[in-house]
């Protein structure tokens, strides 16, 4: 498929199935690997933009900065999930979520608007 359509067709490759065929691989990969780590998601969109925003385009900053902040956020994520709902607790997931979603939003509008 790499090579084109039709020298695929001529090594006698099923198009349709094999998409097929990848497209649930990849969705039931992304599900296990969301069910094994949790919805933290959000920090692996979010960080880098907040990154991009304290140091600026440089790639050599961006790595090191994302590196520290990420585990920060994520604490505060839990500490926070730990002290709003006392004496029981948010799952960090939830937190990241509730307060990523927001602010990774507010990222992409700013940005999508400052190229417009």
Not at 84 to 91: F, G, I, K, N, S
Request: charged share 15%; net charge positive; aromatic share 4%.
């Amino acid at each position: 498929m790499e090579l084109g359509d039709d020298t695929a067709r001529a090594l006698g490759a099923h198009l349709n199935r094999t998409r097929v065929v990848a497209m649930v691989a990849v969705t039931l990969m992304c599900g296990a690997a969301t069910a094994a780590c949790g919805p933290i998601v959000f920090l692996g969109l979010m960080v880098p933009y907040l990154v991009r925003a304290l140091t600026g385009p440089d790639m050599r900053w961006i790595l090191p900065y994302a590196a520290v902040l990420s585990p920060v956020l994520l604490l505060g994520a839990d500490v926070i999930g730990r002290v709003v709902t006392r004496p029981a607790e948010l799952q960090v997931g939830i937190m990241t979520a509730l307060l990523g979603g927001p602010v990774f939003i507010h990222l992409v509008r700013r940005k999508r608007m400052a190229r417009l």
